[in-house]
């Protein structure tokens, strides 16, 4: 088959059939509340655009811990959970002199309202330079056991506590505003086999009869699959754009896949 070079467009009748589709961006969260039984200090919780927020902590307390969930997840019953990342802006202010420290010192998933699984905090600094931290990696799930009912529940997140290390006493907040405030990804084995993981960042693809990969860089490889996991199709990128014909592959469910910006974007498409 030979390969027309154009823009990255597969040309072939086409839907949207899956909400798992990888890319950089994460869910957001949509509600906040107070998990008491660890620290003292108690957010003030869903108001003036702030998740969560500390106009007096003072050096070495511990706040209660921030509990975010309703994110919104919906994945397929019959996969399999294999890894969570989540991310964190915390904004800090110091409010009398001195210096700003808070230590993450609780970072832990929260299923049906408890803490599971291990403790990903006591490694990061917050400070008065707005910083965004990453826990967790696609193929762990933190030491705790999920199930897709437990991920899809509106229960489902992870809880914060911050310690203050620093001299001064401390305003902190997180805002609902900011770009990457509190986040999670799932990522996830479908039926398939196929790794694949749920985020919140609009599909970077245009269904109109036309499969538009927009992102993909030069020296991609891009591959094509059946519905059962056999390779049907693989084709690198030679340049910014390219078209690649597959009308010569049967009717039915395939999935494609390649990697972009380290991340593994993958989906589904029908071919009529």
């Excluded at 802006?89 to 409010?95: E, K, M």
């Excluded at 997140?157 to 907040?173: C, D, R």
């Excluded at 910014?240 to 009717?251: F, G, Q, R, T, V």
Aim: glycine letters at 8%; charged letters at 10%; zero cysteines.
């Amino acid at each position: 088959m030979k390969k027309i070079i154009s823009t990255l467009l597969i040309i072939i009748s086409i839907q949207n059939v899956s909400n798992a589709q990888m890319s950089a961006g994460f869910f957001s969260v949509t509600a906040s509340n107070n998990y008491t039984p660890t620290g003292t200090k108690a957010w003030a919780t869903n108001f003036n655009g702030l998740y969560g927020m500390i106009t007096n902590l003072k050096p070495n307390e511990l706040t209660q811990g921030l509990q975010f969930n309703g994110f919104g997840f919906n994945i397929p019953a019959a996969s399999q959970i294999v890894g969570v990342q989540a991310i964190l802006t915390y904004s800090v202010l110091p409010i009398t002199s001195g210096i700003s420290i808070l230590k993450d010192s609780i970072v832990q998933l929260m299923v049906n309202n408890l803490p599971v699984g291990n403790n990903l905090g006591g490694v990061h600094n917050f400070t008065t330079v707005v910083t965004t931290f990453t826990y967790g990696d696609p193929v762990s799930t933190w030491g705790a056991t999920l199930t897709p009912a437990a991920v899809n529940a509106t229960n489902f997140g992870f809880v914060s506590n911050l310690k203050s290390i620093g001299t001064a006493t401390t305003q902190v907040g997180i805002e609902k505003t900011q770009s990457q405030s509190a986040k999670m990804k799932i990522y996830y084995v479908s039926t398939t086999g196929v790794i694949e993981s749920q985020t919140a960042v609009a599909k970077s693809f245009s269904y109109n009869n036309i499969l538009n990969v927009n992102d993909a860089d030069a020296n991609t490889l891009i591959e094509i699959y059946t519905i059962e996991g056999k390779k049907v199709k693989e084709a690198v990128i030679e340049r910014n754009e390219e078209k690649i014909d597959l009308s010569y592959l049967k009717p039915g469910l395939y999935i494609y896949q390649y990697t972009q910006n380290k991340e593994k974007v993958s989906g589904k498409f029908i071919i009529n």
